[in-house]
């Protein structure tokens, strides 16, 4: 009556142990579309998500999860509760506590997890369309438009600015040694402070005779 059947098993009725809640991995109007899951602290809507998942999973859906919080990098692990793992064989005999085999977790480059064998990646910031960064940072329309020609006079302006090498005085010409041109860029500053010096002198010298007669 409440076509709550299926092949994929969700738990119980609250209230009603012996009302299962399924549904139908080969239904379209599930899965694919918008799903909410409700509830106070503690009610229990993370372990919803995550034997939705797992039975997801068991229907051979492909399941992609942004983890924020880093509540389900342990999903390769089964269930260490004895008190869990004896309560499920008796409701649910055909779903032994187990992990799940093919569980990939990927972290930012500087950030941290619990999993045990998580890969890392980074994704340069010269990378993310400025849309993205807008929608990301929120902005109003107003901020929109001058962000968006803020960064379209950056991107003209190093289009036309001349390349530096990030190496500094390692980007050294060939047949030149990285000590010997940091040793020539001292040389350069080095005079260039003695003739700033000698200028600021030779000024006050010819400021001298006028500031005394003031």
């Known amino acids: 009556m409440l076509g709550l059947e299926g092949d994929m098993q969700l738990g119980s009725l609250l209230g009603y142990e012996n009302v299962r809640v399924e549904a139908d991995s080969q239904k379209k109007a599930f899965l694919p579309r ?32 942004i983890d924020v919080e880093g509540e389900y990098v342990r999903m390769d692990q089964g269930n260490d509760d004895d008190a869990l793992a004896a309560l499920l064989c008796e409701q649910f005999p055909d779903r032994l506590p187990r992990g799940i085999p093919d569980l990939r977790v990927y972290v930012p480059n500087a ?8 890969m890392t990646f980074k994704v340069p910031i010269a990378d993310v369309p400025d849309e993205i960064i807008a ?16 960064t379209s ?20 010409p060939p047949g030149r040694s990285p000590n010997a041109a940091a040793a020539l860029t001292h040389r350069r500053t080095s005079r260039l402070r003695r003739r700033t010096a000698s200028s600021s002198s030779a000024y006050r010298r010819r400021r001298s005779p006028l500031l005394a007669t003031n």
Request: negative net charge; without cysteine.
């Open 153 to 172: 006079q950056a991107k003209r302006l190093a289009e036309t600015a001349p390349r530096r090498s990030r190496l500094g005085v390692l980007d050294s």
């Open 111 to 118: 950030g941290e997890t619990e999993a045990s064998d998580a």
């Open 34 to 65: 918008n799903v909410g899951i409700f509830g106070t602290v503690g009610s229990g809507k993370s372990n919803t998500t995550q034997v939705l998942m797992e039975e997801a999973l068991r229907a051979e859906w492909a399941v992609v999860v």
């Open 135 to 150: 929608d990301i940072m929120e902005f109003s329309e107003a901020q929109v438009r001058m962000w968006g020609a803020v």
